[in-house]
């Protein structure tokens, strides 16, 4: 099962903290993401032949509020319409160390308020949508506010119709929305939907998306990434890499002005030594000969792992992730390391051109966000966490445990 609403380090620590914590209200409930089942990588919705695309989510369970009790101060606590999905289309892309914010009104922060969930000095207006200036004008409604969703499987079935008219042309990126304050948390949807009013190229922006990646790689191996584009011909994509640490946050070409040819691409970063042992980020600029740009970004982080790659002694004691290849030599030893095995899963990359609902083309497997923010922390945090196996995991815990720095607003 993949999960698309990943768990920041901040939540899991709060989680793992939680006997010795005391929050009002239901602060360490689980929030349930929306989930979306591998979406194609590139859906195109042609609005003169019909301007609404419709796609599918699932939930990994029902989640509805607890019945009312005074006495209780878990159900006090809630708002009234707490516990809900909503669902969003940005006209970009964000990086993993820029989360969304955690607010979409002033009003919802009004009712957290009458709740007595959070204290509003503690809010900042960049934590806000309807005041944040960077995503002014590229944030859009696919539900509304006073139609929020329940969390239940009969609501989930029904899918969501999104009405695309009056959206500018371009690529766009869907997030879901749980909507259960303080905490509520962003869902990413693998891929990304070009809004057009013609089969003319040149009348829209390029648009490109990233498949899952493998959240992690050996020092001296190099990782391939691949993903899909609509654009006209003659376009080039650039790939760069940055640290996530806010400190070091430079984006570093590794790939510059290279050709694409058809509708599907691939990058190869290979990690600079100075990376070893660090955690990078990575994004994909595609310009076409109009200078239209559109930019993505990996789904998952990527650990780079000191030691043993294909190339090297993969069973050494330098890295700890097991490798199935290595021989027990006697009790208590372990292989460590493998180049191989992936922390995460894509499929092939594909596309699809919808009139009123997506297709079951190719398609990606789909990467996570979750964005947190609160009463003790005005800003938030956000990961694009894999699904994957152990390696994922173990990468999680240790990240969470050496206290890796995500971006505050």
């Known amino acids: 099962m993949r999960f698309h609403g990943g768990l920041c380090g901040a939540t899991i620590a709060l989680l793992l903290l939680a006997p010795s914590l005391a929050r009002a209200g239901d602060g360490l409930h689980p929030r349930t993401p929306a989930l979306f089942e591998n979406p194609p990588c590139m859906t195109i919705v042609n609005r003169s032949v019909d301007p609404v695309l419709h796609f599918e989510y699932t939930i990994p369970y029902e989640d509805l509020k607890p019945v009312y009790n005074p006495d209780d101060p878990a159900t006090w606590h809630e708002v009234d319409d707490g516990r809900t999905h909503q669902f969003f289309a940005f006209c970009r892309d964000h990086d993993p160390q820029n989360p969304l914010p955690n607010w979409i009104t002033w009003a919802d922060v009004d009712k957290a308020v009458a709740k007595d969930l959070i204290d509003p000095m503690n809010i900042p207006d960049s934590d806000v949508f309807e005041t944040n200036a960077d995503w002014k004008d590229c944030w859009f409604r696919i539900t509304a506010d006073d139609d929020r969703r329940l969390i239940t499987f009969a609501e989930a079935a029904k899918g969501v119709d999104w009405d695309t008219t009056g959206l500018p042309v371009g690529g766009h990126v869907v997030e879901g929305y749980t ?127 000191e030691g043993g790659g294909s190339d090297s002694d993969s069973c050494g004691e330098s890295s700890f992730i097991s490798n199935p290849d290595c021989e027990t030599t006697g009790a208590g030893s372990s292989g460590g390391g493998s180049s191989g095995g992936g922390g995460s899963s894509g499929g092939s990359a594909g596309t699809s051109a919808a009139s009123g609902s997506s297709s079951g083309a190719a398609s990606t497997g789909g990467g996570a966000s979750a964005t947190t923010g609160g009463e003790d922390d005005a800003g938030s945090c956000a990961c694009r966490s894999g699904s994957g196996g152990a390696p994922g995991l173990a990468l999680l815990a240790l990240l969470a445990l050496r206290g890796r720095r995500r971006r505050v607003d």
């Open 179 to 305: 909507w259960e304050p303080w905490i509520n948390i962003w869902s990413f949807r693998t891929g990304v939907v070009k809004v057009v009013d013609s089969d003319d190229l040149a009348a829209s922006p390029p648009a490109l998306a990233l498949e899952d990646n493998q959240d992690y790689t050996y020092a001296g191996e190099a990782l391939p990434m691949s993903g899909c584009y609509s654009a006209v011909d003659g376009a080039t994509i650039t790939a760069y890499w940055s640290f996530t640490d806010i400190d070091k946050l430079e984006w570093v070409p590794f790939l510059t002005d290279e050709p694409v040819d058809g509708d599907l691409f691939e990058v190869v970063f290979d990690p600079p030594i100075e990376t070893t042992g660090e955690t990078v980020m990575i994004r994909v600029d595609i310009t076409d000969p109009m200078d239209r740009q559109a930019t993505t970004y990996a789904n998952f982080t990527v650990t780079v792992i």
